[in-house]
């Protein structure tokens, strides 16, 4: 598939719901509306949808939420499009979990052919991650990373840059990050969505919250590219690899090969947009 800018679209992100077990602060209310399960998609017809637009070019999968894993028996869906990887007919199925229920999906990840993960993570202050995340339990996304890591998944961290939140944070999570032998990637928030708090007083540009590293030695900028929109940079004092997500700053639009497939069936072209192909109806 190429649009009309001559961008070919080869990665599909599927929500499988859009509840999640979490409360973050720069995600989404603290009295949140979902959708009636009725509404969603069933297993059947996410697999159907992404079975087509296989055929139709698209190589790259990443399963998304809200939270992905609390939806029943999605190891159901997982195993199944694992499938497509397994033949050779997608190149890569992934996912971005808050890591809440990594420690018991994590064999069941690998086993499906999924080979890396992304995992959020704004804080390693327990009490700090427990305020953004409203109630989540940083030892448990802990564990559920180092089960990701023993069951040999590729694990990149995501850290939304939050001013005045987390700011303080860029150096103790990098070099956990790098200890580890994980990617870390930091993503400027964005003023999309409807009641949450603070979003735009806490927007901070990546190129000052990365300030605190810049001043260990070099950062230089790397080749290497994931489906998504990151820019990736080594952080020579410390052997890491940085991916900048900087929609903000940084527009990316002219790179962009995604379609978004929500948990009810819309297909959306763009994140910024509400237009959208209903594919339930379909």
Known sequence: MQDNFGRTIDYLRISVTDRCNFRCTYCMP?????????????????ALIAARFIKHGIRKIRLTGGEPLARRDVDVLIQELGRHVQSGALDELTLTTNGSRLALF??????????????????????????VTRGGDLGQVLDGIAAAKRSGLAIRINMVAL????????????????????DLALIETMPLGDGVSGRTGQFIPLDKFIEPLRKTGAITPLNH??????????????????????????????DCNRLRLTSDGKVHMCLGSDFHVDFRDA
């Open 163 to 182: 001013k005045g939140v987390n700011d303080d944070e860029i150096l103790p999570m990098a070099e956990y990050c790098a200890t580890n032998g994980f």
């Open 106 to 131: 994590a064999p069941i990840l690998k086993e499906s052919g999924v080979r890396r993960i992304n995992v959020s993570l704004d804080s390693l202050v327990p009490a700090r991650f427990n305020a």
């Open 225 to 254: 590219r994931t489906a998504g929109p990151a820019r990736y940079f080594c952080v020579e004092s410390i052997g890491l690899r940085l991916g900048l997500i900087t929609p903000m700053t940084h527009n990316f639009c002219g």
């Open 30 to 46: 603290e009295q949140q509306t979902f959708l009636p399960r009725t509404e969603l998609l069933d297993y059947t017809e996410i």
